[in-house]
């Protein structure tokens, strides 16, 4: 633990003003402080409380829609029973303005909603054992598995158990809330493909065979821009607790509290070397550990939308919501088809929704869900994932919801594709809430010098992997505008239309491509054709070289 301490000592000149927020923070003495704030007003709620105290409690002020409130709400694995569901929808209809944003954390984020409100609609929540606590700031965040966890052929390690027992560790905890130096994210994945996104996390279990047994290899470290690197360790299912516990409390001791950019755990793992926290880890438990054993987590991740054939015989249907802009009204209609067929809800980190236990497929696909949110709709709008943005998020830079939305049906009309699958992850800015780092095509809000003025635009990222270990998207367009972005990712997805194999993904089409072209090679194509169809010129170009 040497190593952990100097590395600890010199970053503790300074402590961060936030600490000693931290440091007076009471949950029972701040949830009362909430309940009098409902009976007193918006204007009687102090700016400490705005910043930080409220957040603990998943409840945030946004300044975009004054006076109103979003609150986050925590859903475990992203797995909601019928009954949960409908008080949800229920809340949202009643205070939040018929509105839902189905978020990449497998949670769902409710909005409009006045501080009179909230003590009701938490409490007819906790009611049916969904909270919104520790959802903000300096907590453990939603965990996440895989959405079909239990379910789907290709699941080795059902999950849900160890994600329960590590969540009551912590959850309404007073040792644990807001107490960590900065938010911790959690990913446990227990399947061939990789559907939760688990190597974007601060701890991450990943599907792993060593000799005859089937564990995990423990990943640590991940976070925006920065994928989790392996800690050589292998976890049998029952030693997953107890990993998790010691690597949180060496966080918890040894974390840095100055810098709030650098106080997340990769920056306490790079002071001191990976093999040192490993080192760490096995003095806190007490016993060495193995080393890491095969990653099996190598299918190609994501959603896969459509009807899939779950282990037990039933299907699970897919609700696919771009950019996870949906409603209370939908969300019970989608109870409604789970409690006819005897099934459930999960939720995606594609912010999509699916239907699990369908025994009588036609019947449900009647219902108005798929109306709006089609079970089999176009590529451009199945894998399409988009933050708060500026609407909703003070550091947004674009809107991004609505630019994902209108790129989709500006792909649909001018470059029809089936059997095609392409991931749009939008961040509407640097914060990379969209996790475009990840995404097939990833966007970036950013402001863009053009005609002498300052205007919206993208910084355009491709080729992010959630297969094997995963790989972060490398910048590929830099300062595109805002208006303009749509015929430029026309114009590379045109290539992919015409060079790719049947049925080929574009994770799997660029990492083919990308034998004969570097990225920076395939974007100056991209350049020049975008040039050529808004010029007189017409001189289009191909990639002669995978053609050939």
Known sequence: MTSLAQAKESRSLKRHKTESIKDAFSATQAYARLIEYAKTGYESIVEEDKEFVLKSFGIFDRPATPQRFMIRLRIAGGMLSVEQAMAVAYVATTFGQDYIDLTTRQQIELRYLRIEDIPQALNLLEGVGVTSYQTGVDNFRNILIDPLDGLAMDNSIPCKTIMEQIQSIFLKNPDWITTLPRKFNIGINGSLSNRCNVFGQDFALSLAQKGEAYGFNLYLGGRVGSLAHDADMFVTPADAVKVFEAVALLFKTYGFRDNRNKNRLKFLIDAVGMGEFRAAIETQLGHSMPKAGENLAQKEGGDHYGSITLNDGTLALYAAVPAGVFSGTDLLHAAKIAQSQGGAIRLTIEQNLIITGIHDQEDALRSPL?????????????????CAGSDHCPFGVIQGKPDALAMGEYLTQTLPLEHAKIRFYWSACIKGCGVHGAGD?????????????????????????????????????????????????????????????????????????????????????????????????????TLARVLG
């Open 370 to 386: 798929f109306v709006h949110y089609p079970n089999h709709p176009s590529p451009y709008r199945a894998n399409v994932i988009a």
């Open 441 to 541: 095509i990833g966007f970036v809000g950013c402001k863009v010098p053009y005609e002498g003025k300052t205007v919206r635009g993208v910084d355009i990222f491709v080729g992010g992997s959630l297969h094997g270990e995963g790989e972060e998207g490398k910048l590929f367009l830099k300062g595109i505008v805002l208006t303009k972005v749509n015929a430029y990712v026309a114009e590379l997805l045109t290539l992919y239309r015409d060079l790719r194999t049947p049925e080929e993904s574009f994770e799997a089409w660029i990492r083919r491509v990308q034998h004969h072209y570097s990225l920076g090679e395939i974007a100056d194509v991209v350049r020049h054709n975008y040039d050529a169809r808004h010029t007189d010129n017409g001189d289009v170009r």
